[in-house]
DNA sequence: GTTAGCACTCTCAACCTTTAAGTGCTAACG
DNA sequence: CGTTAGCACTTAAAGGTTGAGAGTGCTAAC
């Protein structure tokens, strides 16, 4: 059955309706507000097809209609209708992204915070995948008492550590030595690439063998993101949608979110090329949760992947709010950075 | 008033009763159950009496009762028994310690995963107050575009890194300069200790003024913790405890455990000397919350402080439990750092 | 296709009743 | 004088009843 332009019209009363009033939708109350020029007899009847076309369920007989995630998948892709930010949240968003100093770990905060705190969900962040940067450098530093740390420096600026052993026999000279010549086997090289390059790389490493051993096991660590890599902001902010006054919903809830490594599967979508996705409840797909809906978008600016953010809240969830802010932010962001790249490029001329 | 021997022998009773049941206790469980050769009649009285000392509260009048905050205070002080780990927990805490490489940033997860699952209850671990580490080494790398990562190593082996901005026309060499002399300049310093010499190392540096100052800013930074060095494990275990099944104390809880700086100052307490600390309810000085208690310990081994453990729970926590947990852990650590230690002693003999 | 009208269903809140638990008090006991 | 049996009293929790209110589905008429 096609869709009448009054069905659709209807349902997306129902939609909006129920996203601002968490109330159950009735024939009478859109008559009432919304589509004055009929009966409640046709809405209902209208009703009773949406509910057979799969976009409406009941709870029961007496309590009005609810939109189920088939509508509001629906809602999404052809209903609703995108808002604009006030300008105080436009300031807001200026204020929050001017002040500080902007690589990209204190980047994700701000932006996972700015996101939270405008659309009153909890925000999830993530950093970008590493595997399909290039090394750019790649240094030993000797820490004393047989380790040392493992700084790495990628094409895009993100910069990661981690401790290493090597021989206790290996002097701070030895070990620059090693750093260098480690140094110039992965420049250029990808994160990801590194498990293929590995048994090259260790058989022509007669010497510092042991240590190439160490810096691989830690390089392929990379592909995986450690907890650190993901943020979580307003946690608290899902007490302010009813559906969480049951206690079930919050432990569904609070148990996703307390595991890093679950909240990165969740958000890391197959996000190449979408700009902007939409989990609604069980896709089958994912461990989102039943009752859950996740929005992500994964931000980049001059060439630059800047992560993915997201929010996560119940299916009843302001999509046109949350879209809005996702898309405004992900703008401010782009200018941001090219701001920044610009500002690089004047002070390179200068340098010249 | 003194309190009887009986009385100490009631109220014993009732905590422990109370923490494994969750169920206010009446004076007929305890002549069923423990108190076999008096009437409840008896109890009874020495109940009311105790309840006018403040240790017992009734919600109403036919509801059993239930022992105040001051009531558990008395508990760990005197009367509390203390257990014994199974040989299964010891052998868990053993298998977790054993396997992966000790750095205290990892350590600090292990930890307060083991913590969490021996305790059932939510874990929370910060890392060593810097303020009182001492400097040991301190370098800057360039990353390119007018900044430099700096990286610390203090005498306990911390290592902390940041990014900060240096003059654009700045070369590698001249950074490598900089690094060095700045490095001297701090070498052997506390940590907290910094402002005192800020002004003179800001007078003295004429050349590399800026960088200078962009160090001390973030070794400035360095007293207080990062979010990555508080962390929490197992928030979704306090679904376990029946307190929770109210949504009002959930809300609270994870409001308390959703900032790391609230965290951080919860368990950061005045644990110079006392190992174990017991914080039960609003004591008024921190913020906890009101229905909840903090159990923490600060663990050192070899000279070496390893940060600050703890658990957050309802205030109807199984303190023997958790106290037990928290010592076993304790030794587990030494036992570790210390053969470590050896191994690390060996080795440098080795190397002579 | 639309509408008025009405019977039907269901929830929710208010109210009552009963039951069970536990106490406080008093008077008696050893 | 501490201990105890006995009993009246209080309260929460569970179950049942009722009435009001909301909303629907259906039918017959427009």
């Known amino acids: 059955m096609k869709m009448s332009d009054r069905k659709k019209k209807i349902l997306q009363i129902v939609v909006?309706?129920?996203i601002n009033t968490a109330v159950p939708v009735s024939s009478k109350?859109?008559?009432?507000?919304?589509?004055?020029?009929?009966?409640?007899?046709?809405?209902?009847?209208?009703?009773?097809s949406l509910e057979e076309l799969g976009y409406l369920t009941q709870f029961h007989t007496s309590g009005g209609r609810v939109p189920s995630p088939q509508a509001y998948r629906f809602y999404i892709e052809e209903l609703m209708e995108r808002g604009n930010l006030s300008s105080q949240d436009l300031d807001y968003i200026e204020r929050m992204f001017s002040s500080k100093s902007h690589d990209v770990e204190h980047l994700i905060k701000s932006v996972?915070?700015?996101i939270s705190e405008l659309t009153d969900y909890t925000s999830v962040a993530i950093t970008p995948h590493a595997e399909a940067e290039t090394i750019r450098s790649l240094s030993l530093l000797p820490c004393g008492d047989g380790t040392a740390l493992l700084v790495i420096m990628t094409s895009e600026r993100i910069l990661r550590d981690s401790f290493i052993s090597i021989p206790e026999n290996m002097g701070e000279e030895e070990l620059e030595n090693a750093s260098k010549m480690i140094g110039k086997i992965f420049a250029g090289k990808e994160l990801g690439k590194v498990k293929e390059v590995e048994e090259e790389a260790l058989s022509d490493f007669g010497q510092y063998r042991q240590v190439m051993r160490e810096v691989i096991d830690a390089l392929k660590l990379y592909t995986r993101p450690r907890d650190e890599d993901v943020v979580l902001t307003g946690a608290e902010k899902i007490f302010n949608h009813p559906e969480y006054e049951d206690v079930?919903?919050?432990?569904n809830f609070l148990t996703v979110i307390s595991s890093k490594d679950r909240l990165a599967d969740i958000i890391e979508g197959e996000n190449d090329e979408i700009q902007i996705n939409v989990k609604i409840g069980s896709s089958g797909d994912s461990d989102v949760p039943d009752d859950c809906s996740v929005v992500t978008a994964t931000y980049s600016a001059g060439g630059k992947n800047l992560g993915t953010y997201g929010v996560i809240g119940p299916i009843?969830?302001?999509?046109?709010k949350?879209?809005?802010?996702?898309?405004n932010v992900g703008k401010a962001l782009e200018d941001l950075v090219n701001s920044k790249n610009?500002?690089?490029?004047d002070g390179n001329e200068r340098k010249k």
Chains 1, 2 share one sequence.
């Open 16 to 18: 909006d309706e129920y």
């Open 112 to 114: 996972s915070e700015v």
């Open 342 to 345: 610009k500002d690089r490029k």
């Open 248 to 251: 079930e919903n919050v432990k």
């Open 316 to 320: 009843r969830m302001d999509y046109p």
């Open 29 to 48: 109350s859109i008559t009432e507000k919304h589509l004055t020029d009929v009966s409640s007899a046709t809405v209902r009847n209208e009703l009773a």
């Open 322 to 327: 949350v879209i809005t802010v996702l898309e």
